[in-house]
């Protein structure tokens, strides 16, 4: 089984239109996040979820707005899509609670492909 | 504003030989180091961990951490065509209330191992 999954795996879509990108992990992980990554190959953080609150929010438009409906998924709906937000998109999570050896490393999902046209 | 820095390559190295990457960060806050690896087209994939200062090593793999010069570093030994890769150095700072920023990554080094 996939530790982090994401679907699509490729979105392509039309500028202005809404769209979301689903993802579960079956780690039993506290914590999850979305990063973009451009086409520059950077890869940025834009939000993490521990135990259903935003723990951080990223400059990022409020067009985004990531929605958890429980501690195993974290989905990312952007509305009004622009042609800038064409990128990869990863969704990772990690296990926070205690200190130990394995704190905070990160497990990726295979990334969804955004195309905006 | 945190800041993580690479070297962006591509750095070419024989095959058999040490691969040597390289890595910078701003935030002396920083508390956790990670090196991940990127084929093109691929998910982020974790190779090493590192919290304390010193050397950890895990197969052909060492990661050096100094805080004090806030540097960090991968060696790959015996350097195989299947290494060749971009590699992503990444640092998280934890919040005092228990919470967690997310990694904070350098752009990437393109490594290119010739057989």
């Known amino acids: 089984d996939t530790a982090v999954s994401q679907t699509p795996k490729y979105l392509v879509t039309q500028m202005g239109n809404d769209k979301s990108i689903k993802c579960e992990q079956n780690l039993g992980h506290d914590t999850m996040y979305w990063y973009k990554q451009d086409s520059k190959k950077f890869l940025k953080i834009m939000f993490s979820?521990?135990?259903?609150?935003?723990?951080i929010n990223e400059t990022v438009p409020n067009r985004f707005s990531p929605k958890s409906p429980d501690k195993a998924h974290l989905n990312l709906h952007i509305n009004s899509l622009e042609l800038g937000d064409s990128a990869v998109y990863f969704c990772?999570?990690?296990?926070?609670?205690?200190?130990?050896?394995?704190?905070?490393?990160?497990?990726f999902g295979a990334g969804t492909r955004l195309s905006v046209l | 504003q945190k800041e993580v820095e690479q070297n962006s390559g591509p750095l070419s190295v024989p095959e058999g030989a040490i691969a040597s990457l390289n890595c910078t960060y701003s935030d002396r806050g920083s508390q956790s180091f990670f090196w991940y690896r990127q084929y093109s087209g691929k998910s982020p994939e974790l190779i090493m961990s590192i919290y304390s200062n010193g050397d950890k090593e895990d197969g052909r793999f060492t990661a050096q951490l100094n805080k004090a010069s806030q540097y960090v570093s991968l060696l790959i030994r015996d350097s195989q065509p299947s290494d060749s890769a971009t590699y992503l150095c990444a640092v998280n700072i934890f919040y005092s209330g228990g919470g967690a920023d997310g990694l904070t990554f350098g752009k990437g080094t393109h490594l290119i191992i010739q057989p």
């Open positions: 990772a999570s990690s296990h926070l609670a205690g200190a130990g050896p394995a704190k905070n490393i990160q497990y």
């Open positions: 979820y521990n135990n259903k609150e935003l723990i």
